[in-house]
Each structure stands twice: as C-alpha cells, then as structure tokens.
C-alpha cells in the first residue's frame, strides 16, 4: 500500500510539474544598473503655478518602479467641497506616457475609464464631465479648446494614442483600458487643513499596454532602463473652464474634464522611471529551476538576478506552486530545490532519501486593509469631517477572524440568508468589534467589511492561520456554536452573534478557506441564474491578487446581471469609488508592504495586538517551537512572548542530496549561501531582501549554511557510477566552506562553517537534528539580531551593480489573476486537483466545510 502510494506521489509531482513546463517558468526581470542608482531617496516634489501656487505634490518613489503603489501627498490646497458629490476643490490623478521632455498631452493619459461608475462617489449629476475624456458641455464653453470631430452622438473627446501609435474609438473606454483596469484617481479628496494623500498605481506595459511603461523596443539588450512614463496630476478649484463659478453651473458642481485645455494647462507632471521588461541573464548559462510558496516569491525572485549575474552565472528560475505540490516534488526522486512552509513528514518520505531543510525568508501571514472612513447617518461633524480619509489601524482577535471566515455576518454571506439572520451585518455593526475599535463606532460601511478576500489554493498559510485561531478559547468556543451575548461589549440589548452553522464544530486546522453556505439569492427576471456565495464572494488566486484588489478597492465581486452577454451571467463589478472603499484581504507581509496596503494588529496569546514588523516577527520566530522533523521549526501561537506576532512564519528552501547531481548540489548550495548572505540586507536592490521580510537571526543563518554544505558534500552520492561525484565546477566531494567551490561572492559564511553529514538538516532548535554547525550552538536560534550587519558577522561586499525591485517576475501571477477575471481561476483549481493524491496523506476534514463548488 505504502509502496503504491509513493508511485502515486510521484506521479502526481510529475503530472504537476509537467502542468507547470507547459505554463512556462520563465521570470520577468529588470537589467542591472548601478548600484548608486537605488530608489531609497527617489521622492520628488512639484509645485502648482498660478491659482495653485501653493499646491506641493509628494510623490513618495518616481525610480526603479514596477507595478506598485505610490503614496501621493499634498498640501496647500484648498479642502474639498462634498465629500460626497465632490463638488470642487480636488486633484485629479492618472499616469500617461510621452516622449516629451515637458511632459504629455491629453491624447497619452489614461483616464475616463472610472466614468462607468459616474461622477463624484455619489449618484451622477447631470452635466456632470469631471471624469470622463469628454470636451463638450452643454453651453458651458473652453475658449482654448479646438474641439475634434463629434461622434454620431454630437459628443467629442479626446482621443487615446497608445504608445503603439494605435488611437482608440471616441469615448471614454477602448481596447486598453475600462472601469476595472484603470489606475486614474478621478477624484482626490483635501482635507480641512489643505493637506491630502492617495495611494496611487503605478502599472507597468503589463497591466496597461497601451502606456507601455518599462518596455524596452525590441533588439534592444543591455538597456538599465524601460520606456519612462509620467504621473500627472490635474488640481481643481471653484472656477469652470470659463471662468464661471462651480455654484453657477446646473448641477452645483464643476463640469469639465481634466483633459480640457484650461485645466490641462495647470497640471502638474513628474517623470516616473521604470526598471527595464526583459530577461537579462547571460544566455546559455546552467539553469536550476526551484519551485515554491508564495511566501517567498518576493525574496527569491529579488535574489534571483545578483545570482545570475555572478561569478557562476547560474539561472535560478521560479515558479509558485502549492505547498503539498512542493512536498511532493521534495520526494518525487527529481527534487530540485523547493521552497515551503512544513516540511514533509511521516510515510511522506521513502526511507532512502533524507531531505535537507533550511530557513531562507522570515516573514508573515497579515490582513492588508484599504478602508476610508465613512460617517454613519448619525455620525456628528467631527467624524464627517475625516469622510474618505484612509484609516490606519484595525485590531482583530482570533475571535474575529473566525467570523469573518466563516461567513457569519450577514454581509460575509446574504442579507436574506436565513444562516445568518440576526447577526451583524459587517464588523462596524459587531460590538465585539467596536469594544477593540472604538474609532469605528460612528461609521458605517454599508455592505461591506463582512468578509476577507482569500485565497482559493491549499496551503501552509492557511493551515497556520486557522491554527493560531483553533488555540484562542474564545474563537473556538465560538466555532462550537456558542454566542458571545455574555453583555461584556456593552450593549445588553445585543442578542448575541452565532457562528454560521454550516460552520459549526469545523475541523482545524485546515489548509483551505471553505465557503460552505448553500444559500443563493433568486431573481424573478432570471430565476435559473441564482446569486450565490462564490459570485459575491470569489477567492482571489493568491495571496499577491488578493493584495492588489485590495489595493484598487475591488472586492472582486460578480453581482451585476448582465442580460447581454451570451449567454447571459453575472459581471465583474467595478471597484469602489473613491472616498467608499473598505476591503480586507488575506495577504503575505511583503506583498502587503508592495501595494501600500495597512497591515491590522492581531492579538497574541499574550493578550496584546501586534503589528507585522521586524521586530515582533523576530519575536515570532524566536518563539518557534521543534517540528519534530530535524532542522524545521513551527509557529507557535500559544507563545506568551508578549511582543511576538501570531502568524509569523519561516519559508524554508528543501532539496533530497543523494537525488542531485554533484553540480546540481553545488548550484543549490550557492543559492542558499547567497540567500543568507547578501540576500538578507534589506533594501531595494536586486540581490537584497524586500521590505515585509525580517532579516533571520545569525544564529539561522548559520543553520542555513550548514545545509548547504550537507547539500553540497552528499549531492552526487547516490549516483551511479558517479565515483564520489562529479567534480564539474571544481566542486569535490568532501564538506565545503562557504564562499568556497566555484561560488565567490554568494553571501556564504565568513567563518567556514562545518559539513553537516549525517541526518536531515542542521541542528538549532529542531527536534532529533543529527548535528548542528558550530556558529548555531554559538547563538541559540532566536538570537534577537535583526539584521546580519548588526550581528557583528562578516558578509561578503555587495555586488557593484544593484537593481531595484525586482518583483516584476510577480507579474506573471497578477497575469494570471487578470485571466482569471475573464476565464475563470482555471489555475489556481487545477494545481490543487492535480496533488489530490498528496492532500490524501493526511486525514482530511469529512465534516462539513468543503468548498462548496
């Protein structure tokens, strides 16, 4: 039995891999550039002339952009006027191309996209052009407007010029971008005091081809940079394009488009560099391709390129996967180098291979947020006043959390979903929520904030969370079926909030998020096309999708009949509107730190909430505990460390020796010295470790590096005929020391550290660990070092070219989230389907909670 399980295994990892070859592992990646280049400093200020000479704009990073966020600020403006309807006084935002050095025209902006959900983020007044790329306004007139040709309707616009000299149909919508692609921030709100801040996106020739921003013209090769773009930013005051005052016009509200020539004139542009599209690795060179979670896309696709430049000049290529498709690839016989969060246990492994673990990235599971305050009916002025500021703090207990993934508030699930009925409508109306978060008390977010945007795919995150909720009393007393209506939020007139009971006695932990409410909302006008669970609620395809709708306030919801298509269906909703947005999504801490989003505090064991920063996850991993499996460590969630945070994880790198050729052993080896070496400086360089990761303690590190001499001096041994292996690279068959063997400048120890040749992995804290190095019995893992520079060890000198965020290899996720949104998550489905085999091993939840598809 065991036997035929492990052929399954195995061919279940190959029929996953070969899914994966047809796909393609190639990465998107930038051009080295100098080192002196970074972005660290790239913030640039531009000011307003004429009636907005006191306007100064922030644009917080304008080099070595990818697809990001930017965080917009200003002040010097005058407050806006209706919050609500946006009446006057607001900037307008969008990003155009252009090879001008004074910056683009009309025609090279992305804008008028957002006109699909109307004017201002209230209903649409009529006249209303303020977001549209309209030039004609009733009798309202720009004296410096040459108006184009009308359409058959009487209507002229500005035409769209994408950067591949293609000019779009009159109208605001076209063929490269509509309402749920646009990244234009039609209306920017100032605050009271005449300062104002927006987190805007900037997109890369990926996710807008026609701005085309970072391409580099083909048969072009070395270039450092790609195609620059503009962000530019339109103020609007009280005055209308002729002169008259908002308050004249028939709406009481301006007209005019920001694309109109009085008000283009009084725009404000600054140049954005983009890190170059293309594939800059030496061409020929060795490729070892390495698999993993997305807890370490950020880091590894960050590293991948200072590797590749090296003095090896070896090709790491990555690919994201599921967490048990990387198990089973770890024992498939072919195990390259997989990246995961647990490490293979039990049956799992056929007794003849002896897997290596060892710590590469610490990081964290969060809840990113993007909610703007919203003032409830009753609300007094003071809070009316904060209407669409971003708010910057939510405290969760495991308690919450439970609810909100559980689909028991009423806007998790349906208002008329008999499951739910009684219970709040959303966490602004929970009293459990508003005894933590007193600051929401007077607002009101309408359907919203009733659930998390999550994930659909198995994995070591989700089993984590759900485990830190499972060790909370009060969540599992909650998940049992009892109301917490003890009177203690102060509201004795509260019924109580139940757990939605196709929920109720849920086994966990859990590797998935289960939407298993059958309820779906009938329509007379369509009653075969009911709206159910996974059109109001979808999963985002991973943790880095779920960030960026997040980002855009797209609940990625499908809620809207659309009686024209065929056949007729549900379409995507648009995201909310500007000073309207409330979304929680399920991300990773890099991820999160990547799109701008705040992250929430989540309260310990300790009883104390904890944001994800260096040194709580410090904390967190300090307080890990044995695995069971040697050199591996687990969260744990009971810790009291007060300062730890709940949910930090560490992503380990794993490979089986005796299964890798002697060069292949030696490659892996240098990824793991370099991942620990030069890989754990922060910064925002290539080569250096994103921001959302806490540099590992010197102590790990040191783990790490003694695997990688186990990896090195046992590759090749199992080989036949290998004659203690194969020496390719200059690599022997004895222990090697770091830096050493071919692999110069990888970050590897400064102090030689021991070959480990017996048992699975370095030593440490793990559990029946065969051996450990001697910098690892020197400092007892959990050493509080945050950062390797601090810890008075020795690293090798940073290479003399750097490149700045790296990330854009994401992009090959964010394009498969884009499909996704057209064709259905095939993906995401498919990887899980196809490792059905390997979710078997262990005992799987019976009870109810399946997915419900």
């Not at 072009?220 to 005052?245: H, I, M, N, Q, Y």
């Not at 909100?404 to 508030?409: F, G, N, V």
């Not at 806490?694 to 004659?723: C, W």
């Not at 085999?837 to 005992?843: E, L, N, T």
């Amino acid at each position: 039995m065991i036997a035929a399980l492990r052929r399954f295994v195995t061919t279940s990892a190959a029929v996953a891999l070969a899914l994966l070859a047809m796909i393609g592992t190639a990465v998107l990646v930038s051009a080295p550039r100098p080192a002196e280049a970074a972005s660290a400093n790239s913030a640039v200020t531009v000011s307003g002339q004429g009636p907005y000479a006191n306007l100064k704009v922030t644009v917080s990073q304008t080099r070595d952009l990818v697809n990001q966020v930017l965080k917009v600020t200003w002040k010097g403006a005058a407050p806006t006027i209706s919050d609500t309807t946006y009446a006057a006084n607001y900037l307008q935002i969008m990003q155009c191309w252009g090879d001008g050095k004074s910056g683009p025209d009309p025609e090279q902006c992305q804008f008028g996209g957002s006109s699909a959900v109307g004017a201002g983020t209230g209903s649409q007044a009529a006249g209303a052009y303020t977001n549209t790329r309209q030039l004609n306004y009733g009798s309202l007139e720009d004296g410096e407007q040459k108006l184009p040709p009308p359409t058959k309707t009487g209507n002229s616009y500005v035409p769209f010029h994408s950067v591949t000299n293609d000019v779009s149909q009159p109208g605001n919508w076209n063929d490269f971008y509509d309402v749920n692609t646009t990244n234009e921030v039609p209306y920017a709100r100032t605050g009271p005091d005449g300062t104002g801040e927006v987190y805007f996106e900037a997109q890369t020739g990926t996710e807008a081809p026609g701005l085309g921003c970072g391409e580099v013209p083909d048969g072009t090769s070395g270039a450092t940079s790609g195609r620059k773009c503009w962000l530019v930013v339109v103020p609007r005051g009280e005055t209308e394009v002729d002169g008259s005052s908002y308050t004249e016009q028939a709406s009481g509200m301006l007209q005019s488009s920001p694309l109109s020539a009085s008000n283009w004139k009084q725009r404000l542009v600054v140049p954005l560099s983009f890190e170059p599209m293309g594939n800059f690795c030496p061409l020929g060179a060795d490729e070892r391709s390495t698999l993993g979670n997305e807890m370490a896309a950020e880091a590894v696709i960050r590293w991948q390129p200072a590797l590749c430049q090296s003095k090896g000049k070896t090709i790491y290529s990555y690919a994201q996967i599921t967490d048990d498709t990387a198990r089973a690839k770890l024992v498939s016989g072919t195990p390259g180098m997989v990246f995961l969060g647990r490490p293979a246990t039990g049956d799992q492994v056929p007794p003849d291979q002896r897997p290596v673990y060892a710590p590469v990235a610490l990081s964290g599971l969060t809840f990113g947020f993007f909610i703007e305050s919203q003032a409830g009916f009753s609300a007094p002025d003071s809070v009316r006043a904060r209407d669409g500021a971003r708010l910057t703090s939510l405290d969760l207990t495991p308690r919450l959390v439970a609810k909100l993934l559980t689909e028991s508030y009423q806007d998790g699930n349906s208002r008329f979903a008999k499951s739910t009925e009684g219970n709040p409508f959303n966490l602004a109306r929970d009293p459990e929520f508003l005894k933590y978060n007193p600051g929401y008390q007077d607002l009101d977010f309408g359907g919203a904030l009733g659930d998390v945007i999550v994930p659909e795919a198995l994995s070591d995150s989700a089993w984590q969370l759900w485990k830190w909720v499972d060790s909370d009393p009060a969540a599992r007393e909650f998940l049992s079926g009892t109301p917490d209506n003890e009177g203690r939020y102060g509201d004795p007139g509260f019924a109580g909030m139940k757990v939605n009971p196709n929920y109720k006695d849920m086994s966990l932990p859990r590797e998935e998020f289960p939407k298993s409410d059958p309820f779906c909302q009938q329509f007379a006008d369509h009653p075969d096309n009911p709206l159910c669970i996974q059109d109001k609620h979808p999963y985002a395809n991973d943790l880095h999708s779920a960030a960026r709708s997040a980002a855009r306030g797209d609940t990625l919801a499908r809620t809207t009949w659309d009686a024209t298509t065929q056949p007729p269906a549900y379409k995507k909703n648009p995201p909310q509107v500007a000073g309207k947005r409330a979304v929680l999504a399920l991300t990773d801490t890099a991820t999160a730190a990547r799109y701008g989003l705040v992250t929430a505090r989540l309260q310990n064991a300790a009883g104390r909430f904890v944001a994800p920063g260096t040194t709580s996850l410090l904390a967190g991993q300090a307080a890990m505990k044995p695995s069971g499996v040697a050199g591996v460590e687990e969260p744990d969630p009971a810790t009291k460390s007060a300062g730890a945070y709940p949910l930090s994880m560490l992503t380990y790198a794993a490979t089986v020796p005796e299964k890798l050729t002697k060069q292949e052993g030696h490659d892996y080896a240098a990824l793991l010295r370099y991942a620990v070496g030069d890989g754990q400086r922060p910064g925002v360089a290539a080569g250096t470790l994103p921001e959302g990761y806490a540099a590992l303690p010197a102590s790990v590190r040191a783990e790490t590096r003694a695997a990688a001499d186990a990896i090195a001096s046992r590759a090749g041994a199992s080989q036949p005929g290998s004659g203690g292996g194969d020496t390719a690279g200059g690599t022997g068959g004895g222990s090697e020391s770091s830096g050493g063997a071919g692999a110069p400048g990888l970050g590897g120890s400064a102090d030689g550290g021991a070959g480990v040749t017996g048992g699975a992995g370095a030593g440490g804290k793990g559990a029946g660990a065969n051996s450990a190095s001697p910098s690892a019995s020197a400092n007892p893992a959990g050493s509080p070092s945050t950062a390797p520079a601090a810890s008075g060890e020795a690293l090798p000198n940073t290479p003399d070219w750097a490149l700045g965020a790296v990330r854009y290899a994401l992009l090959i996720a964010l394009v498969t989230g884009l499909a996704a949104a057209i064709c259905g998550p095939v993906l995401p489905k498919a990887v899980p389907r196809l490792v059905a085999g390997v979710a078997a091993w262990r005992a799987r939840d019976k009870t109810p909670g399946n997915r419900g598809r």
